[in-house]
């Protein structure tokens, strides 16, 4: 069984940096899309980025211009790129991953969840 490897996470205070990392704990065949997701106390999951394997982005708009998402495609790694951290930031943050699973007829996929990594924005 698949999983999805997270670091990054920690202690940072407003105004901050922080970079996430994640990638799967083996080889796969093949990423069709990963992205990040982040639960704070009390709320719901909810969408911060996502990225094809061609290169295509999503963000929520509470992100836009400060977290930056990319992918390694050799590395089959993503990464979150996260600036000017505020505390309404706080929460763990989730990688998620989109394979295909090549024992299937016709192709399907199936949706990897990490176990998720703190992010905690204080002064």
């Known amino acids: 069984q698949v999983q999805l490897v997270e670091s990054g996470g920690g202690l940072v205070q407003p105004g901050g940096s922080l970079r996430l990392s994640c990638a799967p704990s083996?080889?796969?065949?093949?990423?069709?899309?990963m992205g990040w997701y982040r639960q704070a106390p009390g709320k719901q999951r909810e969408l911060v980025a996502t990225?094809?394997?061609?290169?295509?982005?999503n963000s929520a708009d509470s992100v836009k211009g400060r977290f930056t998402i990319s992918m390694d495609n050799t590395k089959n790694t993503v990464y979150l790129q996260m600036n000017s951290l505020q505390p309404e930031d706080t929460a763990v943050y989730y990688c998620?991953?989109?394979?295909?699973?090549?024992?299937?007829?016709?192709?399907?996929?199936?949706?990897?969840w990490g176990k998720g990594t703190l992010v905690t924005v204080s002064s």
């Open positions: 998620n991953a989109d394979i295909n699973d090549p024992s299937t007829w016709p192709l399907q996929s199936v949706d990897y």
């Open positions: 083996e080889s796969v065949w093949r990423i069709n899309a």
């Open positions: 990225i094809t394997s061609s290169g295509s982005t």
